[in-house]
């Protein structure tokens, strides 16, 4: 399957050349998300050993639903990985120092209240216009949408 960015009336979506529904959405905030095949914590140990396999660094896991439990509170799965590699990612932030306000790169996977799992993280184009980043630099930050395609299946 083909899938193509569609943009209407500030609300971008991906669509297939097959006819099949779209895999992955995206609003105005510029946040991709992707369903997942797996429990939350699944998905999580497939992009951790995803992150090691190429050699990117995991520079913290955010247990959000964890946290609120110690508290006494209930939250539904949600976990954030923050990961990334200074050689990619600091020409970005010397390019435009705002941009380390958003790096290193981050994918939350968290499930919805239908018991669906989800990884959502920045669109590389988003980040790329909210920083002004320069057109040859996108590819730095563009693994994301694999990282988080290869996870979920």
């Excluded at 399957?1 to 500030?10: D, K, L, T």
């Excluded at 914590?41 to 609120?68: P, Y």
């Excluded at 996977?109 to 630099?137: I, N, T």
Aim: proline content about 7%; cysteine-free; glycine content about 8%.
């Amino acid at each position: 399957m083909v899938v193509y960015p569609v943009s209407a009336g500030g609300l971008a979506y991906l669509e297939s050349n097959t006819g099949e529904a779209p895999t992955m959405t995206f609003a105005k905030n510029g946040i991709i998300d992707t369903p997942s095949s797996h429990t939350v914590d699944r998905t999580l140990e497939k992009l951790k050993n995803i992150l090691h396999d190429r050699g990117v660094i995991l520079f913290a896991l955010v247990d959000h639903s964890g946290e609120a439990e110690k508290v006494g509170m209930k939250m539904l799965p949600t976990k954030l990985l923050i990961f990334g590699n200074p050689k990619t990612g600091t020409p970005l932030m010397v390019a435009a120092p705002r941009a380390a306000i958003d790096l290193p790169l981050k994918i939350l996977v968290w499930e919805d209240g239908q018991g669906k799992v989800w990884l959502s993280y920045d669109s590389p184009e988003y980040l790329k216009q909210r920083h002004g980043l320069p057109d040859d630099a996108i590819h730095n930050i563009a693994v994301v949408a694999n990282l988080a395609a290869e996870s979920a299946k």
